[in-house]
């Protein structure tokens, strides 16, 4: 005998729960099953619609639709905004049902894959009064890859088909589950984290799909569905209430720590690309060794800077970010007062707080790099004095002139500098200290920040002199880097002109996670990153276009330091490869595990290698704080993370429709071949990609200036460069998609 549920399908048994629960309301709906006459059908649309003249919504219910056993999401048609007519609804009605009949094979097929057992194939039909919302979206009780004390919400304007359906990607928030009403600022999210919780109580269930929309301030619970991939269990809140507790002990000590400064991940010098999500403490010691903690703003300094040297990096709750105040400062030209610069700052600090998405890009939309425009229209907003301004311009005009003395000089001597350096690394094989190896990958990091420094100088001096001018489409095939020369050695490697073993020694030291003491490197699996790649000897190299902007002295300053902040990452990653590999060995011989380590600086590492003792461990949370890309200490709530709309940046114009594919970890062995592949971050680990097969790239975090988009625009790969989490959520869960470079978008297909 057939249960409630295969009688009226899955769809229709959620919402008539729904509509069973207190304070939860559903908009009114009748329900015809498959075994209703035409003529029956009729009536009970001609009864729904008495006194009713809105528009209507015709939707599936399939035998195990929404089910805790399978989703069976998009296999069936929905028709929307239904003429509110017999007639309409009634056409509107056979065409859902149609929809089961042309898709009986699909969805047979996809029944096996889930191992399920259907009845029949034919379905029951929803018709249902629609809404005109003036917004709506999808409320998930986790994220769909675990169970991680936070709720997961898509919104867009609108209705919600748009987020469901792959047309937008909304605005994504992920609020702490231990929330209780009182600490949401906002009346819509009280209304929709309460009525979640009630749904999630009578499902008995901490794992459901639910959507929803709000018409008039008033919020309706559209359908709701299992998330069936991790099934259904009862909820525990003890570990979700002592999240919220961390949660609000690190909020109360970020507002006394850092209030008036704003913090970013992706400020200046990047570190969600260079450490990726979830970094150790070890690891984020030694990017503060090697960059953070005084070398960025010493480098600054010798080239005609006047930083305020308090460090850029801040730990809140474990995870780096960089300081606005302390990165600004860092670009101060000598000669301009504290308190004048201070007001610049202050204008930097709100464009930041109105518009999240351009830590990315500081250096290029946010500050005055140069005496021009820019900076009269920031001291023009910062109400600095006429006369104040002139000296402003002064210091900025000296400015100019040092970094135009610093370019000439290191235009000359880079390319030995270089040289010098990789003898050096070679060099260290005769057993040096740890501490001489570390100081040896900082001479090398103290290179590139100069390099870096100037390359982006002359950028912002390129784009500020010639405003309409795409500088990306300018440098193809002038800027090259490893990618490069890896792909002609693996050309070499299998025609058997050159040895596997050098191949891996020449770029073996490559890492996704550059500064992840216990990541993988290419050495670690050859086979995976270098020999198993998809290389093909009829692939033509891109050839650099003329234009007129070939003699201009900005743009060759471009060309000629991009090239040498890729050549020199490439030699300062080789050796901080050698550390991390004497690193390991030493941590095994002082019987400290991979654990403790992560959980220690290298300083305290330092102490145990050089004087023996034992670490303590460091218990991990059970639900890791998940913090926001931006902090405005006092402002930002930590238990409700929102994720601002990303200003990605695309490169070529070419348009890719392709599978799907997402690296959550470099290590997986997955099929790239000929799909769009979605990675984390604009990581140069990920080398290996462009010699894969793979389509397309899609990162969630990196800026213009990342070297993913330097090697894209090398090899006129489409690729997408810091998309943003809501975006890459909406892909990551698509089967195929289309990356529009031309129209710079992104659609995700069902």
């Not at 970013?264 to 953070?292: K, Q, W, Y």
């Not at 094989?429 to 390099?451: N, Y």
């Not at 912002?460 to 890896?486: A, C, I, Q, W």
Request: proline share 3%; net charge negative.
């Amino acid at each position: 005998m057939l249960n409630a549920e295969k009688v009226v399908g899955g769809k229709a048994q959620n919402l008539t729960i729904l509509s069973s629960i207190a304070g939860v309301v559903v908009p009114r709906f009748i329900v015809l099953l498959a075994s209703f006459s035409k003529q029956e059908c009729e009536e009970h649309i001609r009864c729904f619609l008495k006194n009713y003249s809105g528009k209507i919504a015709v939707r599936s219910s399939g035998e195990l639709e929404d089910s805790s056993q399978a989703s069976f999401a998009g296999m069936y048609a929905t028709k929307l905004s239904v003429a509110s007519s017999v007639d309409a609804v009634m056409n509107a009605v056979e065409e859902v049902r149609k929809s089961a009949e042309l898709k009986e094979e699909t969805v047979r097929s996809y029944a096996v894959q889930q191992g399920v057992a259907l009845y029949t194939h034919s379905i029951a039909v929803i018709v249902q009064e629609m809404l005109s919302p003036d917004f709506s979206g999808v409320i998930f009780s986790h994220s769909l890859a675990a169970r991680d004390g936070y709720y997961s919400i898509s919104v867009s304007d609108g209705l919600g088909e748009a987020v469901v359906g792959g047309l937008v990607n909304g605005r994504l928030f992920r609020v702490a589950r231990g929330l209780a009403a009182r600490d949401l600022k906002e009346d819509w999210l009280v209304q929709l984290v309460l009525a979640m919780k009630k749904i999630e109580r009578h499902y008995r269930s901490d794992s459901l799909d639910v959507e929803f929309a709000f018409q008039d301030g008033k919020l309706y619970i559209l359908q709701c569905r299992p998330i069936s991939a991790l099934g259904v269990t009862l909820v525990d809140t003890a570990d979700e209430s002592r999240l919220v507790e961390q949660l609000k002990e690190v909020e109360k000590n970020v507002a006394a720590d850092f209030g008036g400064d704003v913090l970013g991940d992706m400020i200046d010098i990047n570190p969600l690309e260079l450490l990726g999500a979830s970094p150790s403490r070890l690891d984020i010691s030694i990017f503060g060794h090697l960059f953070a903690d005084t070398i960025v703003e010493q480098v600054r300094r010798t080239m005609g800077y006047d930083p305020l040297d308090i460090g850029l990096i801040r730990v809140v709750g474990g995870k780096p970010y960089v300081s606005l105040l302390a990165s600004a400062f860092s670009f101060r030209p000598q000669g301009v007062s504290t308190k004048t610069y201070g007001q610049m700052v202050e204008v930097y600090r709100r464009m930041l707080t109105a518009n999240p998405s351009l830590q990315n890009r500081v250096e290029f939309a946010v500050y005055a790099m140069t005496g021009g425009r820019k900076l009269d229209q920031i001291m023009r907003d910062a109400g600095i004095a006429e006369e104040e301004q002139v000296g402003v311009r002064v210091a900025f005009e000296r400015l100019a002139i040092a970094i135009d003395t610093v370019s000439q000089s290191s235009f000359v001597s880079v390319s030995n500098e270089l040289s010098d350096y990789q003898q050096q690394t070679d060099a260290l094989s005769d057993d040096p200290s740890l501490d001489e190896r570390l100081s040896h990958v900082a001479k090398g990091t103290e290179m590139f920040v100069r390099i870096a420094r100037l390359a982006f100088y002359w950028k912002n001096k390129f784009e500020e002199t010639y405003p309409g001018e795409d500088l990306n489409r300018l440098l193809v095939g002038r800027v090259h880097s490893s990618v490069s020369r890896m792909k002609a050695d693996m050309q070499s490697v299998q025609s058997n002109q050159l040895s596997r073993t050098t191949l891996v020694s020449r770029y073996g030291h490559l890492r996704p996670g550059q500064f992840s003491v216990f990541g993988e490197s290419y050495a670690d699996d050859p086979e995976h990153y270098l020999f198993n790649q998809h290389v093909s000897s009829h692939d033509e190299s891109v050839l650099a276009q003329s234009h007129r902007y070939e003699s201009e002295v900005a743009f060759k300053n471009v060309v000629m330091f991009m090239q040498a902040r890729e050549d020199t990452k490439f030699a300062f990653s080789r050796a901080l490869h050698l550390f991390i590999g004497e690193l390991k060995t030493a941590l095994v011989l002082h019987g400290v595990s991979k654990e403790q380590a992560s959980g220690h600086t290298w300083d305290d590492l330092r102490v145990v290698i050089e004087g023996g003792g034992t670490m303590p461990h460091v218990a991990a949370s059970k639900l890791p704080m998940i913090l926001p890309e931006v902090i405005i200490p006092r402002s930002t709530s930590l238990g409700v993370v929102v994720y601002a709309e990303a200003a990605p940046t695309f490169i070529t114009d070419k348009v890719v429709k392709a599978k799907v594919c997402v690296l959550t970890s470099p290590q997986m062995n997955a099929k790239v071949e000929g799909a769009l592949v979605l990675i984390p971050n604009a990581d140069p680990g990920y080398d290996f990609l462009f010699h894969s097969g793979a389509a397309g790239i899609i990162t969630k975090s990196g800026g213009p200036a990342s070297h993913i988009c330097i090697r894209a625009l090398e090899l006129q790969m489409p690729a997408c460069v810091g998309c943003g989490e809501s975006t890459f959520t909406a892909i990551a869960s698509a089967r195929t998609a289309v990356l529009d470079c031309s129209l710079k978008q992104i659609i995700a297909s069902v």
